[in-house]
């Protein structure tokens, strides 16, 4: 059946299709970046055109499926599908089959030059761990489901509903949310602090003091191979995709045995070059420190030759709190220190906020505000403090696996794409 549509010269058209192909062909649409009607509408083209109907369907357990098509299509296609002898169903199924044939899943776009990303801010308790966890999460998805987005818009809306010191600048509207698929990188979480928070939130061991780790690497003291310390986080959402260097506690005395070191700077890029071939990010959850370790790490995150700008770099975590403020002024001091004795090219990619709430009022309002107000480097974070990043650490699950419909999760996969 078919019904005039109101909001277009197009005509809406209602018949079934089954759950599956239904899902097939939603994802794939958004892979290719089109709508659903756009690829339905060229599926029964090319359908129509062929010399005879391609392979039966299973369509059993169809059910309703609408969607809008040019004026003429739909009574063209009904032709064809009495001239074949199917049932309409079976000839919308075949369609859409014919379409997702002729538009395979695309490739996973993997960078040159594996991707460096240092989570820093030398304040304690802002949330780098989390920060750390949920981008590489988002990162990783696959690339085959959907997943729920805040979609740039909403972070634009946040931030100006701040600049108002409105007490609506949570940027959760699911007005605001679009499902997309998963970006489906390998990812490398690099637990660089010794308290080793990231190491157990995720539910892994943190190495024994007597053992081998990063540290030991780094001072030039190396026990075996570093990859063999790798441990990958299991979970159906990140298919392998996602890896852990756990930490050890060893890292307190990293500064005392770099200081012994030469080249200190460039320790923890000669112990993690090994592994890079086989990541596409590697992301650094760095301790609240401003010793040589962080020289360390600003380092490794520098800007490669023929590596274009906003590729790697610092992302710095903040809340928006007045403390926040002092300790970046000085790690940013401490970074444009390195830049000028090292003659590095060292990019921010961003401010993330993290832990937000309007409902404290003018504090975090205003705070927001001074943020937005830096513009480079800009905020492309706003995480709201909600239970389930909470609730994720005490069972030691990731976010994005535990709650990956909550609006924390829906953030994440935003940064994500804002630092991509």
Not at 183 to 198: A, R, T
Not at 241 to 253: G, I, T, Y
Request: charged residues 25%; hydrophobic residues 40%.
């Amino acid at each position: 059946m078919s019904s005039p549509a109101t909001s277009s010269d197009r005509e809406k058209v209602v018949s079934k299709l089954p759950g599956w192909l239904r899902q097939n062909l939603k994802v794939r649409a958004a892979q290719h970046g089109i709508d659903i009607q756009s690829a339905v509408e060229q599926g029964i083209s090319d359908w129509c055109n062929l010399a005879s109907a391609t392979a039966t369907i299973d369509t059993s357990g169809a059910d309703s499926f609408s969607t809008f098509l040019p004026p003429g299509q739909w009574e063209e296609f009904r032709q064809t599908a009495a001239d074949r002898r199917v049932s309409l169903i079976q000839g919308l199924a075949q369609s859409i089959q014919l379409w997702l044939d002729a538009n395979p899943a695309p490739h996973v776009s993997r960078p040159e030059i594996t991707r460096r990303i240092i989570v820093c801010n030398q304040k304690g308790g802002v949330g780098k761990t989390a920060i750390t966890a949920g981008l590489g999460e988002a990162l990783a998805e696959n690339p085959n489901n959907l997943h729920p987005v805040r979609v740039a818009k909403a972070l634009t809306k946040a931030l100006k509903a701040s600049e108002a010191h409105a007490d609506d600048a949570d940027p959760e509207d699911p007005l605001d949310i679009e499902n997309l698929p998963g970006p489906g990188l390998h990812v490398l979480l690099v637990d660089f602090d010794p308290q080793c928070h990231l190491t157990n939130q995720l539910g892994a061991t943190p190495l024994p003091l007597n053992g081998d780790s990063l540290t030991n690497h780094m001072a030039g003291d190396p026990k075996g191979e570093l990859r063999d310390l790798v441990v990958s986080i299991d979970d159906d959402a990140f298919g392998g995709r996602l890896h852990l260097l756990p930490a050890c506690n060893d890292a307190f005395l990293l500064d005392v045995r770099l200081s012994a070191v030469r080249a200190r700077e460039a320790a923890l890029e000669r112990a993690l070059a090994p592994l890079e071939d086989d990541y596409d990010v590697i992301i650094v959850d760095c301790p609240p420190s401003l010793g040589l370790s962080m020289d360390a790490a600003a380092y490794y995150g520098r800007r490669r030759e023929s590596e274009k700008p906003g590729q790697s770099g610092a992302l710095i975590v903040v809340q928006a709190e007045d403390s926040s403020a002092d300790a970046y002024e000085l790690l940013t001091t401490q970074i444009d220190d390195l830049r000028s004795d090292l003659q590095l090219d060292i990019d921010y990619l961003g401010i993330v906020v993290n832990l937000y709430d309007s409902r404290r009022g003018y504090i975090a309002t205003s705070s927001l505000q001074g943020w937005v107000d830096i513009k480079d480097p800009r905020v492309v974070g706003l995480i709201g403090d909600l239970k389930e990043q909470k609730e994720a650490v005490r069972v030691k699950q990731p976010l994005l696996s535990y709650a990956p419909k909550s609006q924390q999760a829906v953030g994440m996969r935003a940064l994500a794409r804002e630092v991509l």
